[in-house]
């Protein structure tokens, strides 16, 4: 890495680059390789090690069919249900936290029918071009990733639940998003991994499914290998303009480029209430949705395709290399410890479903911070009030699948070309 040294004993000053990326998770790294590909230099600073986020442990699938917002007519009736049982898939610790409960408040007036086709028809467009991108991103940077087109498919055991989940069919085929209903006994004979007892299964053909950990290792190879430099163990902490460009404060020196982008996922409340840019923005806008998986080594016969088990909302992905269960959304704040209560109930939603529910070696149980907006929309463009600055954040449970679309974006945006979607519902000012 090329340095330029001031005085013994002064900060660091690092040779000025084009762009100024803060976050190495999926976000960060692709939007990096993006702005690589439109001829731009590229940094990327990272506080831990590349990917140590939620982009590590997290299920893996491409899900166009998640468009629809979790802001629904009739989500808080189910989360008031789930608040009485501790370990269901929605827990809010109960706390004093006036930014949190701000947060729950607009994400409950956004429970209405209105809202949530609106932002559902968003989130459609960004998921549909990502997935459209990524077959091509995987074959042109040799991403080795365990990507397969295997769709997912949503198991019910309940048939109520089943019958419950046909207004939701019906808002994703408006949306252009396709689906199958296979009876239960039908999809049992075709799938031996599950228990008996499924009432019917609806398959996506249209999502897919590859391990993140090493989808983040791969856009970190193609990045190097362009030219891009990352450094880890890079915290950032302030950014200044001294009317040469953006001077960015961080805890190997201090670093100099054109234009910054944000990509800090679930940090960028704190990371913005530091650096007192766009902070009443994202305070009141993102809250950390802390998640869990376990992963495994591969059982002798997973599931063929991804599952999401329906009633108890956990996420079954099988890669040739090993079996993950994840899942839950716990609202608690930055608290970084691993609650075993929801460990164990992702293993004891698998028994229910699975046959084989856990593989014969566990290797990891992990959990992450989801960067969640009440609205369930990144946040993708500038800064409010800064030219040079750019956020890439909010995407929530879904920002694998959002990827590569989120990078076009990005590098659309700073590059000042016509960018692949409409990027007016994703920009910051809605929520000023
Ligand atoms: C259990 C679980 C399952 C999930 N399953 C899926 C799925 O199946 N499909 C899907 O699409 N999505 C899924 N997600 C969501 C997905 O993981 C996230 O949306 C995505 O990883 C967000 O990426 P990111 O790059 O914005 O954030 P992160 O990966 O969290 O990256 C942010 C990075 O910024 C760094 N950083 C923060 N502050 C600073 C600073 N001051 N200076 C320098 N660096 C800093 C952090 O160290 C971190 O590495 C899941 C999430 C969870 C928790």
Known sequence: ????????????????????????????????????????????????????????GNCGTITPSHALPLAAPGTIARALRWMLTPDAPLYIRPRLDPALWAWL????????????????????AI????????????SRYQLDCEF???????????????????????????????????????????????????????????????????????????LRDAGGVIVEHCEVHAVSNDGDGQRVHASQGEFRARDVLFATGAWSPRLADSLRLAAPVLRRAMQPGKGYSITYDRPSSP?????????????????????????TMEFSGYDDSLNRRRLDALERAAREYLCEPVGPVKREEWFGWRPMTFDDLPIIGRVPGHRNLWLATGHGMLGVSMSTATA??????????????????YHAERFA
């Not at 000053?13 to 390789?33: E, F, K, P, W």
């Not at 998921?127 to 995987?138: H, T």
């Not at 076009?408 to 519902?425: C, T, Y």
């Open 1 to 56: 890495m090329h340095k330029e040294s001031a005085e013994p004993g002064a900060a660091q000053v690092h040779r000025s680059v084009d762009v100024l990326v803060v976050g190495g998770g999926v976000i960060g790294l692709a939007s990096a390789l993006a702005l690589v590909g439109t001829g731009r230099s590229v940094r990327v600073l990272e506080a831990g090690t590349v990917g140590c986020g939620a982009s590590h």
């Open 148 to 222: 397969a087109e295997s769709g997912t498919d949503h198991v019910f055991r309940d048939p109520d639940a089943l019958a419950g989940f046909e207004q939701e069919l019906h808002a994703l085929h408006e949306l252009g998003i396709a689906f199958e209903l296979i009876d239960g006994n039908e999809y049992h004979r075709g799938e031996p991994a599950l228990r008996e007892g499924v009432a019917g299964v609806v398959r996506f053909p249209g999502d897919a499914r590859l391990r993140p950990d090493r989808y983040v290792a791969g856009l970190a190879r193609a």
């Open 127 to 138: 998921l549909q071009a990502s997935r459209a991108l990524l077959p091509e991103w995987v």
């Open 105 to 124: 408040l607009r994400f409950t007036a956004r429970c209405n029918r209105r809202d949530w086709l609106q932002a559902g028809a968003s989130k459609a």
């Open 303 to 327: 599931p063929r395709h991804p599952l999401v088990l329906h009633e108890r909302s956990v996420c079954v992905t099988a890669w040739p290399s090993g079996f993950r269960l994840g899942s």
């Open 408 to 425: 076009q974006l990005v590098a659309d945006s700073i590059a000042g070309r016509a960018p692949l979607i409409d990027p007016a519902p």
